[in-house]
């Protein structure tokens, strides 16, 4: 049973608080393996939050819609720089490629189809969610185009939407790119450590170029990733030199850590990188009710992003009794340790001033929930979430929580 609430879950965020939550994750591509996995933390704190430090693995495998070929296998960084990935937090796609062909995987890490480059070499990809442009680059030259409709498998050529320009970088080629959700900018890196701000017609902007940390990274640089979570115009970013991933700010000095990203410097587990991405991926936390004694418990999971605009955001619960109704709370705080008034029944998210969000039917002891985000919504602000199933019998089942954090398109 579907149903979508008429008190907007956002507006407990905007009356609650405005700090960042651990729900945001890294999304990497290692186009040796031609796996994408997402990364969270490290974890951190009283309560190891986030989970991770890997919260997804996803092989690209299988044929995809119209028997679409997989992208080939290429070495990461420093033995190569072609390839390269681009997260679409709307419609929770992630695009990546080997250089000649680009493939989409959803959300879920499915792989879905992939079409010819405009031209081979990439080793650069940024999703414009503003224009819903692909920004592509072969290390000289950036470009954008529309993404062909699904399933795109064909040798045709996509049409460019923005012609190619040579990118203004202290040296050539550009190993890496991502765009700047609050103004438009690209952010592209380069094989000499550095980041440079670069508008969309090609010209150097006013954050101009900087250094990655040689203390955190190699001289090469394969990729960048705006923090699209992080305060308006600061400009937090990762990079990465295909080994480790530092977080900063324009300048090169370090980005204040938040309760996503833990640490300015950290590994990237199970081998090397040659695309990063950021996610606002809502990530599970805590146990379920009754979960220990053998059950899978009642599960509270999120489907889709948590960005300003998603008019389709879901909250689904799972396993409660028969018969039952579902209540939706929120808060800014997570319970740190776990609270566990009634035996059996872990309470996870702050008990001071919780927000009732929704209460519906759950028959049969399922319900999906939609919490449309407002486009003007906060950012940075934060919500833990956590379900309770109540039968009328009395008995009554938690969920696990959910962490997650608003962020920019």
Not at 51 to 65: D, E, H, K, Q, T
Not at 141 to 153: D, G
Not at 193 to 213: D, F, K, M
Not at 289 to 295: K, L, M, R, Y
């Amino acid at each position: 049973m579907a149903r979508t609430t008429t008190l907007l879950l956002w507006l407990c965020a905007l009356s609650l608080g405005a700090s960042a939550a651990p729900a945001q994750t890294l999304v990497v591509y290692d186009p040796a393996a031609r796996v994408v996995r997402e990364l969270a933390g490290p974890p951190a704190g009283l309560c190891s939050l986030p989970g991770g430090p890997v919260y997804r693995v996803s092989p690209i495998v299988g044929a995809g819609l119209g028997n679409c070929p997989v992208p080939a296998s290429v070495p990461a960084p420093p033995l190569g720089i072609e390839g390269d990935l681009a997260v679409d937090r709307v419609r929770d796609v992630v695009y990546v490629t080997d250089g000649t062909r680009i493939a989409r995987i959803s959300g879920a890490g499915q792989f879905l189809d992939s079409f010819t480059a405009p031209w081979p070499g990439l080793t650069a990809l940024a999703f414009d969610a503003a224009s819903g442009r692909l920004w592509i680059s072969d290390g000289d030259f950036a470009a954008s185009l529309v993404p062909p409709p699904y399933p795109a498998c064909g040798p045709a050529v996509v049409p460019l939407a923005t012609p190619p320009f040579l990118l203004p970088l202290p040296l050539l080629p550009a190993t890496g790119m991502d765009i700047d959700p609050f103004d438009g900018s690209l952010f592209v890196c380069d094989a000499i450590g550095s980041v440079t701000q670069v508008l969309q017609n090609g010209a150097v902007g006013p954050r101009g170029t900087w250094s990655a940390p040689t203390s955190c990274l190699g001289p090469i640089l394969g990729d960048v990733a705006v923090d699209a979570a992080a305060p308006a115009g600061s400009g937090a970013h990762y990079v990465t030199d295909g080994q480790r991933v530092a977080y900063i700010l324009p300048g090169g000095a370090p980005a204040p850590t938040t309760t996503y990203t833990t640490s300015n410097c950290f590994d990237v587990p199970d081998g090397h990188v040659a695309g990063i991405g950021f996610a606002a991926r809502v990530l599970p936390f805590g146990a379920p009710s009754f979960a220990a004694a053998g059950g899978q418990g009642a599960l509270l999971e999120a489907l889709g992003q948590s960005v300003r605009g998603n008019e389709a955001w879901v909250v689904r619960a799972t396993g409660g009794p028969l018969g039952s109704v579902f209540a939706l709370w929120a808060n800014t705080e997570p319970a740190c340790p776990v609270l566990g008034p009634i035996p059996g029944f872990p309470v996870h998210i702050g008990l001071f001033a919780p927000v009732f969000v929704a209460a519906e039917p759950a028959n049969p002891g399922a319900l999906a929930l939609t919490l449309p985000i407002p486009a003007g919504a906060p950012v940075p602000a934060k919500v833990y979430l956590q379900g309770v199933f109540l039968h009328p019998s009395g008995t009554a089942v938690s969920t696990n929580g959910l962490a997650l954090a608003l962020a920019r398109r």
